[in-house]
């Protein structure tokens, strides 16, 4: 029996009072949580079957160097604990901590399973909201700012900026970009930050009427991000909300408010200002890191001072100054999502790896400087970066770390006027510590490939003449289905595997696949992001890209989520029909952080079922799951999936893709 069935199982079996506390079934969760602990991966699990033969290299290669990486404290955190496994421990006040078991089956102040299940998964989707909210509002001020003339950035998108504008009810006749940047971010920012209740006007402008419908009757619409974490912070403090029920509604409302302003909001600030992607072809994975450079890599998810350091980089008074110190050139790196967004802005950022591996990418020896903003940075990489004498820079008061360098912005972002001035400070830098490191020795596996770059509904529509093609070829079957395929990683699963085998079996029954963020690192490293992997892919479906387009379309960092919505909303619109009755999907297989429950949430709402390879911390309480994985289906039309072996979590995304489908008469 499937070990999350057989929790449910000895729940709804249990005849008596305070059954759904998990009170009297603690030992039956307790041993499965066991049994879900015995699939998580070793280190040398991880040296023998991860798909990606570089990061095989590296970690034996860190291993002899005695450089520890997260695979070695991901070993040496067993046995994990299963109070945080299921979910019922409790720390929101210093009565406890409290924790769920059979003799203590409430906490102090008579919180249950249920209760405290529920509050700490609506304090982790609020953290979600916080995290893309926060580096959202650093773009949308700089729109303004630049709109302003105060920040001296051009506004690079302005067919964006226009249709945006004119989409959310500005009046756009005889207005320069500017002046329209100036009143896009002030709304952006004001469903952000909204206190008195009011209409949240960018998800009003571009949701579905069918979804804002729903949305109203469950009464789950949000006031504005900024109120819906702090509501959700209210509720789960000591003595407040005791009604799981009432807390999940919370959940829901943040989950709104984390797709339409921390995501919606965020992504039209950023392609306003810089600009949308352009489709390009990039080199991918470690083979592609230049000896005898400057090498500067740029770690996180802020963009507004990445794309300054990267434009003084390519200057001609800086190149010529690291050539005069004994450089062939300067060349930058993206870890994460501030090296997706600007490998596919500015080409030539060259695509290394995720969060996780970013110790791995520092083992080489070949970084000179690390720019590091917000989100995803691990502590840890201090100790790697001091090890091969790299310099790490901080750039935002947000994402300090101890031993680094700070070149960035303050709290009130006061100095945001001096962005060319601090990137030419980093640019700087980075040359002195590349003359610093001449004695550092390199190691670099010999890995690469060509990954294409650069998809959205804007290049969807430019290659094909319209949206109408797509949709037809969907309805037709020349296209079983489309699937955003994104997320964290974990290792709690095989390291990068379940993407690909995710990946591999959608292509193979011709299913089109999008991608972004950290689980995109593997697809482009691996080639899956190449034309060339057509071969692998259904003849159906190869057929309908041929010549030049890949099975996998990669649409950016974790914030263009948005780019996969808004391609799933237009599709829909073609068709006629409601996006929660279309063949799509959403998959995170390895999700590890809060901004991932809330991204699978921000689907969910839309009527998109979920899947992932990771449980969330649910188990304690029977209620919780319920709402999760069965009730949700009711209400919002999708449920949450989990499957721990990748390639059944495929079968089943395949499964729905095609019981939608059938539904819609299409087969």
């Not at 009297?24 to 949580?33: K, M, R």
Request: glycine residues 8%; proline residues 4%; neutral net charge.
């Amino acid at each position: 029996m499937n070990y999350l069935r057989k929790i449910m199982y000895h729940h709804s079996h249990f005849d008596g009072p305070g059954s759904h506390h998990g009170i009297n079934t603690f030992n039956d969760y307790n041993e499965a949580v066991n049994e879900y602990k015995k699939s998580f991966p070793s280190k040398a699990d991880v040296m023998e079957n991860t798909p990606d033969y570089a990061v095989r290299e590296m970690l034996g290669y860190m291993e002899k160097m005695g450089c520890e990486t997260c695979f070695d404290r991901f070993d040496s955190q067993k046995p994990h604990c299963n109070f945080g496994i299921a979910g019922v421990c409790c720390r929101n006040c210093n009565i406890g901590p409290c924790r769920i078991t059979k003799k203590s089956p409430r906490g102090v102040c008579g919180a249950d399973a249920d209760l405290i299940v529920a509050r700490n998964l609506l304090r982790w989707v609020a953290a979600g909201v916080a995290a893309h909210g926060a580096r959202g509002r650093e773009i949308m001020l700089a729109l303004k700012a630049a709109g302003e003339g105060v920040l001296n950035i051009p506004i690079a998108g302005t067919e964006k900026l226009k249709k945006s504008a004119a989409q959310l009810g500005i009046d756009t006749e005889g207005k320069s970009a500017n002046e329209l940047a100036v009143e896009v971010a002030d709304i952006l920012l004001e469903d952000l930050s909204r206190t008195v209740p009011g209409k949240h006007k960018t998800l009003n402008a571009f949701a579905t009427r069918e979804r804002i419908e729903k949305w109203k009757d469950l009464d789950i619409l949000p006031i504005g991000a900024y109120h819906e974490v702090f509501e959700a912070l209210h509720r789960t403090t000591t003595g407040t909300d005791g009604d799981w029920k009432n807390i999940m509604k919370q959940f829901l409302r943040c989950g709104l408010a984390f797709a339409w302003s921390s995501v919606l909001g965020s992504s039209i600030a950023m392609d306003s200002l810089f600009g949308l992607p352009a489709r390009s072809t990039v080199k991918a994975n470690l083979g592609a890191l230049k000896e005898g450079y400057v090498n500067i890599a740029v770690h996180g998810h802020s963009p507004l001072l990445v794309s300054e350091i990267v434009k003084q980089g390519r200057s001609k008074k800086y190149i010529e100054l690291a050539k005069k110190k004994g450089a062939l050139g300067i060349q930058f790196y993206g870890i994460c999502c501030s090296g997706l967004s600007a490998m596919y802005r500015y080409g030539g950022v060259i695509p290394l790896s995720n969060a996780i591996g970013a110790e791995i990418v520092l083992g080489t020896g070949a970084l000179d400087l690390w720019v590091a903003d917000v989100q995803d940075v691990f502590p840890s990489i201090m100790d790697v970066a001091k090890c091969f004498k790299t310099t790490v820079v901080t750039t935002s008061d947000s994402g300090r770390l101890p031993g680094a360098e700070f070149y960035g912005y303050d709290h009130h972002h006061s100095n945001i006027s001096q962005t060319e001035e601090l990137a030419k400070k980093i640019i700087e830098r980075a040359i002195e510590s590349f003359e610093d490191r001449r004695d550092v020795p390199v190691f670099i596996p010999q890995y690469e490939v060509d990954a294409e770059i650069g998809f959205s509904l804007e290049y969807a529509i430019h290659r094909f003449g319209s949206i109408n093609v797509i949709a037809d070829a969907l309805k037709s079957g020349k296209i079983r289905g489309v699937v955003n395929l994104v997320g964290c990683n974990n290792p709690r699963v095989m390291y990068e595997k379940a993407i690909i085998d995710v990946a591999q079996k959608l292509i193979e029954n011709n299913i089109l696949v999008l991608t972004n963020g950290c689980a995109s690192f593997p697809l482009l490293k691996l080639g899956y992001c190449s034309k060339r992997v057509l071969e692998k892919t259904g003849s159906k479906l190869k057929k309908f890209l041929e010549p030049d387009l890949p099975p996998v379309w990669h649409m950016g960092e974790c914030l263009d989520n948005a780019r996969a919505s808004a391609f799933f909303k237009a599709l829909s619109d073609a068709a006629g029909k409601d996006i929660k009755n279309m063949p799509f999907a959403f998959a995170s297989p390895e999700w590890s952080n809060e901004k991932g429950v809330a991204a699978a949430l921000g689907f969910r709402l839309l009527g998109i079922n979920s899947y992932h390879c990771v449980y969330p911390p649910v188990q304690g309480s029977q209620n919780v799951m319920k709402f999760l994985f069965e009730d949700t289906n009711k209400t919002l039309g999708s449920v949450m999936v989990v499957e721990l072996d990748p390639i059944k979590l495929a079968d089943r995304i395949i499964s729905d893709i095609d019981s939608k489908r059938k539904a819609l008469l299409w087969d």
